[in-house]
């Protein structure tokens, strides 16, 4: 079983929607969670960083941790075209190295 | 920006062969951590260099190596290279040394073996 797992989708939706962005993971000391999106060609870019469960907001951004069902989720308010890529879940734990473990991706698309 | 630098941008080359791969980090950080991310793979983790040691490792290949200099820029060698080491290349940086810190990428280096 994967340390975390993650629909790689591909998800499409009309501009203007919410989007809502899931993972799910096994191991229960999980402590950091983050959220990258990913263009063509690039890099991934840190959208969130947060620590134990509840709620992060920023901006049209959310991130949230249910650590009791090891799942974490990122919702999009007002989705824009701008916003389609590949977006990453990636989490870890001061008990188990100095690594981050990443989903494979969810491939987001953004209709105008 | 994430201000991280990897070069080159892209590699060419042939089965057998040896190539480095290039990192800068974050003006601050002192954690480097590389990953190698194919199709079907997602983003593998192979090392991390904090101040220069090496802190953890991950799924690195034993023909595979990497390196922190005094400057803090990092270098990961490849040799031996097979057609299945073609793929993205990325380097992270952080300011600490485990994962209390985000982690920031470059745009990586794409090695295409032939």
């Known amino acids: 079983q994967k340390e975390v797992e993650q629909d790689p989708g591909p998800l499409s939706v009309p501009e203007g929607a919410i989007v809502s962005l899931n993972c799910t993971y096994s191991?229960?000391?999980?402590?950091?969670f983050m959220w990258y999106r990913q263009y063509s060609r690039k890099g991934p870019e840190l959208l969130m960083y947060t620590y134990s469960s509840g709620n992060k907001e920023d901006g049209r951004f959310t991130a949230q941790v249910d650590k009791s069902s090891k799942y974490i989720s990122l919702f999009i308010r007002d989705s824009q075209p701008s916003d389609s890529a590949t977006y990453l879940c990636a989490m870890g734990s001061t008990y188990t190295g100095n690594q981050f473990y990443f989903g494979t991706g969810t491939s987001l698309t953004v209709i105008p | 920006d994430s201000g991280v630098t990897q070069t080159p941008k892209h590699l060419i080359t042939a089965t057998g062969q040896r190539v480095t791969l290039r990192c800068s980090p974050r003006s601050g950080d002192l954690s480097v951590y590389w990953y190698q991310q194919s199709l079907d793979q997602g983003l593998q983790f192979l090392i991390q260099?904090?101040?220069?040691?090496?802190?953890a490792k991950g799924n690195i290949l034993e023909r595979f190596s990497a390196q922190q200099f005094p400057d803090l820029h990092s270098e990961l060698n490849l040799s031996s290279l097979e057609l299945g080491d073609s793929a993205l290349y990325f380097c992270a940086s952080s300011s600490g040394s485990g994962v209390g810190q985000p982690q920031h990428f470059g745009d990586g280096t794409r090695l295409s073996i032939l």
């Open positions: 191991n229960s000391a999980f402590q950091y």
């Open positions: 260099y904090y101040n220069g040691e090496e802190r």
